[in-house]
């Protein structure tokens, strides 16, 4: 994992980061543990007693097991903790509705990384409002490594990475949700990871972060080998030409030149 010492780090792709129990309607998931080592397991919340789903790879979902998340169901980290930066990796099984809520404050409020503006996608700039977790800093919610865009390329369907710095002053320390039960506004769709930082991630580490999560979990993945100019590689000179490995739509350099 290429950023160190998450406070929360759940992982779907690790057997040891679940718990589930058997039932007529598959793998229910009741506790999803976490694997930092700080013990700030979430578990399920939700008024008709069903937990969300385990939900098994296929070609419909993701590469690894995910946590199936549908009206009415939630899940709360045991403790209360300081929080900064919110990494997820997510799939949208129905289209958001205005202010779908996928991350925030366990209790009732609407404070949150959410889909502000639903099938229009996420709030940007002046369009963010105080419930917004990166309201006044706009520029530090990545769509799958695009931090301008409102929308990601195949939305709402495609997989996507979701990386936002929750800006200062407003529940710098609390006990985090995933998806809600305030006023029907919760997430419908999968989860393969969420990972929870007590402080703001740099540019290097975002574009890292994106990047692993991204071939991990196969969000949009599609590389190709393109030249370019041999003075953005640091070679200088001669019209010289060499080749890297663009990681696309994330504009990633890998390869032999590095990150």
């Known amino acids: ?69 549908r009206r009415g169901v939630s899940m709360v980290v045991d403790s209360f903790i300081p929080v900064k930066t919110v990494v997820m990796v997510v799939k949208h099984t129905r289209p958001p509705s205005p202010c779908q809520m996928l991350f925030g404050e366990a209790m009732e409020s609407d404070f949150s990384v959410r889909v502000g503006d639903g099938g229009n996608g996420y709030r940007r700039g002046g369009n963010t409002d105080g419930n917004d977790f990166h309201h006044g800093i706009a520029d530090k919610l990545w769509l799958n ?78 590389k190709k080998e393109t030249a370019i100019a041999a003075e953005e590689l640091g070679a200088g000179g001669g019209g010289a030409r060499g080749t890297r490995m663009l990681y696309n739509p994330h504009h990633i350099h890998q390869g032999a030149h590095g990150p």
Request: charged share 25%.
């Open 1 to 69: 994992m290429p950023v160190a010492n998450p406070r929360v780090w759940l992982d779907c792709s690790n057997t040891a980061s679940f718990d589930f129990v058997k039932s007529q309607g598959g793998g229910m998931c009741s506790v999803w543990k976490d694997i930092s080592g700080n013990g700030n397991h979430a578990t399920s919340k939700h008024r008709l007693h069903k937990p969300p789903v385990l939900c098994l790879p296929s070609a419909d979902t993701f590469p690894h097991n995910s946590v199936e998340f």
């Open 145 to 222: 490594g695009d931090n301008r865009s409102r929308k990601w390329d195949g939305f709402p369907y495609k997989p996507v990475v979701i990386i936002c710095t929750k800006r200062d002053g407003r529940a710098d320390v609390m006990r985090p949700q995933l998806s809600s039960l305030f006023m029907d506004r919760g997430f419908e769709g999968l989860m393969g990871e969420v990972l929870v930082f007590d402080r703001e991630l740099t540019t290097v580490e975002v574009e890292r972060m994106d990047h692993y999560l991204a071939e991990k979990w196969l969000v949009g993945v599609e």
